[in-house]
């Protein structure tokens, strides 16, 4: 009811403005009538105003004004109030013609009428959106000095105009005093000179030396910086730089991503946080397709397996901003379930959530727990997938990645998933190592369900590159050495990786569960992303040691240390027996020759070697496996090799 009457109170107020508008422009023209009682049959002033505002009256219930906000009015508001202006005009003009003959009425009044109307429609709109943005305040009188010079920290905005107009709208709104905008660096240098809500654009980014010079010349020096979009987007934008900047104290910040905006729909200003470096690193993220994600997640029941390590987790954060219908959080580890359990109710506190202990080995535990809960989609990320940890352990590999796998896949089907999704590497083409030949089968284990899945669910896995910032990356590594001071160890000068950020790696996760769930496929399906240029190891420790704000080989010292067991110099996204397809914006499908399709029996009779606990013998049994899948030879396990090219 009561916001009945607020729309109520918002057309009376519009049919008011209205036949305001009117007399005005009838008592201003140049011919005025006697009020139209000078001729017989003529309509008088009152019914002349009252026509006209229960016209007006009309079109503006037609054209729904009383839906938009006062405080929100924009340049479409402004068309649609021309529209309503010229439209009642004409059927006025229409109704005292037929009623008339328009006697008693005025002809400039037909021109001025509409003109008034819309002023006066949209200036009260206008006023109203000035005091709600708090746009008058610095044009009071009464104000002192003293309250106009805010003691808040300054702030420089990097980024187009578009977005800074955006942000400082935002800000305006919420009357938010944390910083005070001192100038922006656009992208482009046609723009240097403008001002936007009273910011002026100072220079193009790439002069931002030049920029904070002349803001240090004029006592203005930010203390902190805020990216308007991905740093990796803006040109011009060196790590060099960027350390220099964190070593004068600036604060580097930036506004939540598409993937975090659904956790702050209820916020007038989305919160800033700080960058990481590996943001800084990283190259232009994809575009996440939100509606065929939506679709996919909105209101299923979701499981994930390896919940608390850092790709489940951020599928976790992600599959919630979605809105899914049950959050079902599974983990080995008792600490990363209760630290990503703790923070989910935290942040999601209306999403269903449930933390499951249990590891994927026990096959008759994670069957019972996926027939228990019965999850629409199964993410499986939990693995073993530290290279040389895995190397030294074989056997708790194949155990995790590739028996437990196949247990997750038949625990899917048990409980019938519409979907399960493999968490793949790179590291599985073409490996060198134990790790990499265990992801390798288990990516045959998802492909091998296409031959025995009988009850709809489908399967497909995800393979991408290295994940800056994950736990036991080289990011975190090389953070932690640069700390201490160094030295920062790289194995090999001339190794390069493949790599994406944490947040990137789970929506290329989604986007591609997505793609496969809206098409008619059944089979079992490999998807990877476009990956772009591999990084050379080498140049991200320089960059890194720059971004702290030191110089490499001057400050801290970067020491080559020689690759470890199974350690390739440069990875491949593509095995020689595979080939890709595009299948969505910069996500590919590839195309599997398989020469070995992996049955129960395969894995029984792995599984009987693991039980044995003979290293030699397990890794060998492996090989032996990837060889047969790869279509080589079958035959002992090859010797551990370093690959110089892709």
Sequence with gaps: MERMAVRAQTVVFDVLLAAVAFALAFFVAPTQPELGFGEAGALNFVQLASLYAAIAGVFMLIFRRELSPWRYVSIPDALVLARCAVLTVGVFLLAVFVLDRAKGLPRSTLVMAPLFQMVACMGVRIMRRALHEHALESFSPLKALGDRVTQAPSLLLIGPPSLADTYLRDVARSHDRSYTPVGIVGTERRDVGQQVRGVCIIDAIDRLDEALADLRRWNRYPRAILFLEEPGKLKGLTADLLGQLKNDGIRLLRLPSIVELPQHDGLTLMPMRDINIEELLAREPIELDRGAVGRLIQGRR??????????????????????????????????????????????????????????????????????????????????????????????????????????????????????????????????????????????????????????????????????????????????????????????????????????????????????????????????????????????????????????????????????????????????????????????????????????????????????????????RALFDLVAQVRGEKPGAAPTLRVIAGG
């Design 302 to 619: 979701v499981l994930i397996t390896g919940a608390g390590g850092s790709i489940g987790a951020e599928l976790c954060r992600q599959v919630a901003a979605f809105n899914c219908g049950q959050l079902i959080l599974l983990d080995y580890s008792e600490t990363a379930l209760f630290e990503i359990e703790r923070e989910m109710r935290e942040r999601f506190p209306h999403i269903g959530l449930k933390a499951v202990l249990c590891d994927v080995r026990n096959v008759q535990r994670i069957t019972a727990a996926f027939v228990r809960e019965r999850p629409d989609l199964v993410f499986h990320a939990a693995a073993l997938k530290h290279v040389s940890m895995v190397e030294r352990h074989p056997t708790e590999g194949v155990l995790t990645n590739v028996i437990g796998t196949w247990n997750v896949a038949e625990a899917s089907k048990a409980c019938g998933a519409v979907q399960m999704v493999l968490i793949s590497t790179d590291k599985a083409v073409d490996p060198t190592n134990v790790m990499g030949a265990t992801k390798r089968m288990a990516e045959a284990v998802i492909q091998a369900q296409q031959t025995t899945n009988d009850n709809g669910t489908r399967f497909s896995a995800v393979r991408f590159g290295n994940v800056l910032g994950s736990s036991g990356s080289v990011v975190p590594i090389f953070k932690s050495q640069i700390e201490r001071g160094g030295p920062v160890t790289v194995t090999h000068p001339e190794m390069t990786r493949f790599f994406m950020t944490i947040p990137e790696a789970a929506q290329l996760v989604l986007h591609a569960t997505a793609t496969c769930h809206e098409d008619d496929r059944k089979d079992s399906r490999l998807f990877l992303l476009e990956m772009g240029e591999p990084v050379s190891i080498m140049d991200l420790a320089r960059q890194m040691i720059a971004l702290s704000g030191g110089t490499p080989g001057r400050d801290i010292e970067i020491e080559i240390t020689g690759l470890r067991p199974g350690e390739k110099l440069t990875e491949a996204l593509l095995d020689e027996t595979e080939s890709s397809l595009p299948c969505a914006p910069k996500v590919l499908e590839v195309i599997s020759n398989s020469a070995l399709r992996v049955t129960p029996g395969h894995l029984s009779d792995l599984a009987a070697i693991v039980e044995t606990g003979e290293v030699e013998d397990v890794r």
